[in-house]
């Protein structure tokens, strides 16, 4: 049995404003630096009304999270960043609204856990034959127990001297043909937007923009997404230029999908926008969130086992 919070939320009309959302960001149950509960009272001293919380690969954080927002009026919706192997390339879909009790979603985010171990320790080895030794303890110790993955080597990197930063960490270790680089067999499009469809959620295509793909590329990709279920796609980014947002905003229209937005909030400290300071989707679109207070869509939110 679960208790539900839909009752101490209210819907758009009850605040005499429009809600706000972020739906995208990341807390230290992956490679976010705040814990769910103090990235949740952040949320909550920005304005925001609606988050989701997208944690890469897992969902371990959701019930703490959403425990805090009871506490500070935020309503969380349990989300992840599914990370997956398109066309010989990496894509992030975005999990929004899922049941984290659901055993494809957990199952198949396992496994792609499972991996991020195995990656770690391959990359472990391969920076140790450039000379750079330690650096699975190094990123372990960073990680304490998330969902292991780059940036914790990145700041392990960083904090020994080998790069100034965690930007010049992947500039120079991290990134495809770099020396600490090794591939993952992550989850294949299909399998990510099943696992999504099963839990009950919402698969959506996160930051088209980093892909750098070219327009023709970037509409294969929505047109097999949304024939295989997904959709929605991020089209304000806090990591998208305006001109990027601009151009997810026309994949959404001509797909037909529905249109999201998100901080993609990892750290205090980072460069790009925080939460509250993201630009307004465009009207013509329609909100991933469009149907969340109605109860058309039929899903509780669910904050912990009660029995
Ligand atoms: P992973 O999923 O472990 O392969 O790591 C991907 C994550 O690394 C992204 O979600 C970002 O948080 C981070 N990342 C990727 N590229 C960079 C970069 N150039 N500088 C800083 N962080 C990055
Ligand atoms: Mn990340
Ligand atoms: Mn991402
Ligand atoms: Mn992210």
């Given at each position: ?25 990341h807390?230290?149950v ?31 954080g ?116 770099k ?32 892909y ?10 929505c ?10 796609i ?13 151009m ?60």
């Amino acid at each position: 049995m679960y208790t539900t919070i839909e009752k101490v939320y209210h819907d758009n009309g009850d605040h005499g404003r429009p809600l706000k959302y972020d739906l995208h960001m990341h807390s230290s149950v992956s490679d976010g630096v705040l814990d769910p509960a103090a990235l949740v009272e952040r949320v909550a001293a920005a304005g925001i009304d609606v988050m989701a919380l997208t944690d890469h690969d897992t969902t371990d954080g959701i019930e703490a999270a959403m425990r805090a927002g009871f506490e500070h009026g935020v309503r969380v919706i349990a989300g992840a960043e599914v990370s997956v192997n398109w066309q010989g390339g990496l894509l992030h879909i975005l999990a929004l609204g899922v049941d984290i009790g659901e055993p494809t979603l957990q199952q198949g985010l396992a496994a792609q856990r499972v991996c991020r171990e195995e990656r770690a320790i391959a990359m472990s080895e391969r920076l140790a034959a450039t000379g750079i030794d330690g650096c699975l303890e190094g990123a372990r110790s960073f990680a304490s127990g998330a969902s292991i993955g780059r940036s914790h080597f990145a700041a392990d990197l960083v904090e020994r001297g080998f790069a100034k930063d965690r930007a010049a960490a992947f500039r120079k270790f991290l990134r495809p043909g770099k020396p600490g680089y090794v591939s993952c067999q992550w989850a294949s499009l299909e399998e990510a937007v099943a696992w999504i469809k099963a839990a009950g959620g919402r698969a959506v295509i996160a930051h088209p923009a980093r892909y750098r793909m070219t327009t023709a590329k970037m509409g294969r990709l929505c047109e097999e997404f949304k024939a295989l279920g997904g959709e929605g796609i991020e089209v304000v980014s806090g990591t998208h230029t305006p001109h990027d947002n601009a151009m997810a905003a026309g994949m959404a229209l001509r797909f037909g999908l529905l249109a999201s937005q998100g901080s993609d909030f990892h750290d205090p400290a980072q460069t790009w926008l925080g939460f509250g300071g993201l630009p307004a989707l465009p009207a013509h679109l329609t909100p991933v969130w469009h149907d969340w207070n109605t109860g058309a869509a039929g899903r509780k939110l669910r904050v912990g086992r009660t029995g």
